[in-house]
Structures are given as C-alpha cells and as structure tokens.
C-alpha cells in the first residue's frame, strides 16, 4: 500500500507542476505538438495496452486460448496500416481532434455526429478502464471493489484534470516501463519456476472457442478501432513532424504485436495449470498466489500503469471533443477555454464512473459493444476522406449518410429485439452481422461522397 501511495503521489504531483505551465487550449490538449519519435511511440502503446489488454486478454487466453491474442494484435496490424497510409496525413492536417479532421474532410455535419459518436463511445471505454482499476486495486488491497473504485476514479480524474495531455505524455515513458517490466518477469517467472506440459499449450489461430467467423469480426471491427482512432490520433497529432508520426506508428504497431504474445503466454500458462482465478481474474489469482512479493507489486503496479495511462488519454481527449467539437465555444480568452476543458475532465470522469458501476463488468465485453458503434459508423468514411484528403472534399450530405448509417447498424446489436428479429427472418443470422454490414454501406456511400465531392484547390507554385 505504501508503494502504491507513493505512485499515485508521483502521478499527481506530475500534474501539479504542469497544471502551472499549459497556458492554452493547444498546449492542454496536443503538448504543444513538438513530441520526440520516442515519446509518441511509447505513448501510443501505453495508450492502447490497457485494461482490455492487460486483465481481459489474460481472462481471454485463459478461457479460450491463443487465438485470444487477435483481440490485441488486431491492434498492432492497425498502426503498422495506419503508419502505411494514414499517420503522415493525420499529421499533415494540423487538426485539433479527429472530429475536427472530419470537418476538414467532410463537412460541418459530419464533424458534429462524428464527435458524438466518439464521445458516447469513451464513455463506456473509459467506464471499461475504471472498471479494470477497481478489480487490480481489490485485488492488491482487498477493500470492497466498489469503494476502491471510487478511490481510484478521484484520483485518475483529478491527475487529468491537472496537468492534460503534456502531464500524459511524460508519465507514459515511465507507466509502459513499468508494464513491460511486469509482463516480461511474470512470463518468464512463472515458465521458469513453475513449467507447465508444453503439449496442453497450443498456437492455433482458431478453435471452437473462437471461430473463424470471430476471427473475421476482430479483423474487421476491432481492427478498424485502431487503425482509425480518436486516441491514436491524439498522439500522432502531438509529433513534431509527418514523418516522425508515420514512424512512431509504425514502431508501436510492431511492439503491440511483441506484448500481446507475451500477455497470452501468461494467460495459456494459467490455463495449462488448471487454476481457479475466481473474482480477482487471472492476474489477480497470479499476483495474490504464485508470484514473489516484490514481483508481485511490479505486476500490480505495471498493469495499474496500463489502466490509467489508458484512462487519462481518454479522458482528456473526449473532454477536448466536446470543448473543441459539439459545444465550439472559440473565445479569445484561451484561459476560459482550458477551464471549460478541465471542467469537462472531471463530468467525463464521473460519468465513465457511473457507467463502470451500472455496465457490464466483462471488460472485453463492454470494449466490444463500445467498438462497433464506433467503427462502422465512422471508420469507413473517414478512411475514404484521408486517402481523397490532398485530391477532394467528400460532398457533405453523402458523408454524413455514410456515418448515420453505419453507426445506427453499429448501434443495433445493442437492442435484442431487433436482433432477435433479423435472427427469426435470416436463418443463421450473427448478432454480430449488423456492424459489419453498416461498415460494408457506410464504405459505399462514402465512396459515392467521394466521386461528387469537390476537389481541392491547391496553391500556384
């Protein structure tokens, strides 16, 4: 506990310092956009490797083995395609927000139902995140996990409403140092000490656990996740260049690929053994029960690490959607501006609290639902407009079709009796279908939006 106290200590003073130093909108939300390829590299991977792929993944692993992994490495496939045919783009732009690239790219409207969709969606991404800090910290204190929830809530919130993303920026060097070092030694600590039969340990890409089919859906919907991402693009946006976001992309995108096989091997060990985790999960069974004390802590405190670097990159950039975004009160006086954001921090924060309290407690669950709303409403046409950006607009009214009309198919799987009528109609039918159908038409008419766009005036040389 006292180690833990001093961490968070850590964190919050980090925020102190910076709270003093950002002086506008631009630094509270982009770091001044003058980030070394080494920091928006590790940032991107802190920023990604969170609860999902530190407590879920393991869970994952544990129950329906190695093909688990495509929940992450889908991830790392989408930066490595992100830093082929987006990064250097998104940077090009000199957006604010990833709504403010739509706007660029597709109009005013779209810009709006864009932010919207993002903001709805982190709520439930970040409740995920709260929901995961609650299971470590029960885990490591055994307090009552809602009460601990509480606790840990105040204290990512008010860290984000501090410092923003300069704050976020410096701690995930030191946050993804300490998950690396956890997953590393925990992998190799529990093979060495305690080998398990190598034959009950199995690399297939699918089994009956995790179809085919499956496999199609992560390729697709939770892929498309990361490959075109609000808080992904937060990072590219604070680089110093093009070329160093192309890079930085394409780095993490390979290191994701090397965590998620390490994450999986903890998982697969655990299921080899034949362990009963119970409510703590499998890390929580793996701190509490098979490791040493010290080793144990670094594990804690590393996937904490993931957590909140996680949690504070999306609390701060969906603040800054709603500032920048729906409510786009452009004032000149930029100090009210930062207010306003901070403000916006802590109704974030207590929102994803309410949602982590009420929601599913399946983390890869929750992460899911969050993700197809997102990706087939607004993937797909933005794709489409990154890869027109330098050539067309996308006429306005296709784009904003192709954006409804995905995420309201995204949206329906989340209501049983609609899918349990196209189930009744269509023999076979997968409740999972209907956001890879609404990305398979917003993909059209985005493509339509972009034959009768308008192209872009450049300047005489």
């Known amino acids: 506990m006292t180690v833990l106290a001093v961490y968070l200590i850590f964190l919050l003073t980090i925020g102190i310092i910076d709270f003093r130093k950002v002086q506008d909108f631009n630094g509270y939300v982009l770091a001044g956009r003058r980030q070394s390829l080494a920091i928006v590299t590790v940032s991107l991977m802190a920023s990604m ?48 927000t990833l709504p403010d690239l739509a706007q660029k790219t597709m109009g005013s409207q779209t810009r709006f139902l864009v932010a919207l969709i993002i903001v709805v969606t982190w709520i439930g991404i970040i409740a995920a995140q709260f929901i995961a800090t609650g299971k470590i910290l029960t885990a490591l204190t ?25 704050s976020i920026l410096k701690t995930d060097f030191l946050q993804f ?20 039969d190598a034959r009950k340990i199995s ?47 394409l780095l993490a995108g390979f290191g994701v690929l090397v965590f998620a096989f390490f ?9 080899a053994r034949g362990i009963a985790p ?23 405190l590393g996937v904490l690490s993931a957590i909140i670097s996680t949690t504070d990159t999306c609390i701060v950039m969906t603040a800054s959607i709603i500032e920048h975004d729906l409510l786009g009160r452009r004032t000149a006086n930029v100090g009210n501006e930062v207010d306003r954001t901070r403000s916006l921090v802590l109704l974030i924060g207590a929102l994803g609290y309410l949602t982590a309290l009420w929601g599913n407690w399946d983390i890869i ?91 872009v005036k450049t300047s005489p040389a």
């Not at 993944?57 to 930066?79: H, R």
């Not at 307090?143 to 509480?150: E, H, K, N, P, Q």
């Not at 939770?222 to 604070?238: A, D, E, K, N, Q």
């Open 49 to 96: 490797i969170g609860s999902g792929s530190t407590i879920g993944l393991t869970d994952k692993a544990f129950a329906k083995g190695f093909p688990a992994i495509w929940f992450l490495a889908v991830g790392g496939i989408g930066l490595l395609l992100q830093s082929w045919l987006l990064s250097e783009k998104v940077r090009a732009s000199r957006a604010v």
């Open 142 to 166: 055994g307090f009552d996990s809602r009460g601990i929830l509480a606790l840990a809530a105040v204290i990512i919130v008010l860290y984000s409403f501090l410092g923003g993303q300069a």
């Open 177 to 196: 140092t300490l998950l690396a070092t956890a997953i590393f030694f925990t992998v190799f600590f529990l093979y060495i000490s305690q080998p398990v």
């Open 203 to 249: 690399f297939e890409l699918t089994n009956e656990a995790f179809t085919a089919r499956e496999l199609f859906y992560y390729l697709t919907i939770v892929m498309g996740s990361y490959f075109i991402c609000p808080m992904m693009f937060s990072r590219l946006l604070t680089a110093k260049n093009p070329k160093t976001a192309r890079r930085s992309s």
């Open 263 to 271: 994450i999986v091997l903890t998982g697969l060990w655990a299921q």
């Open 278 to 300: 119970g409510k703590t999960g499998v890390l929580g069974y793996i701190f509490l029960k098979e490791l040493p004390k010290a080793g144990g802590l670094v594990l804690i």
């Open 365 to 455: 669950g929750l992460l899911l639902e969050a993700f197809e709303f997102y990706t087939a409403g607004i993937v797909p046409a933005l794709f489409v407009a990154l890869i027109m950006i330098r050539k067309k607009t996308l006429a306005p009214a296709w784009s904003f079709a192709a954006v409804f009309t995905g995420g309201v198919l995204g949206l329906l799987p989340k209501i049983t009796p609609v899918v349990d009528g196209f189930a009744a109609l269509i023999p076979g039918f997968w409740a999972k279908s209907l956001p890879i159908i609404g990305m398979g038409l917003s993909l059209v008419l985005a493509i339509i939006a972009a034959r009768k766009g308008r192209p």
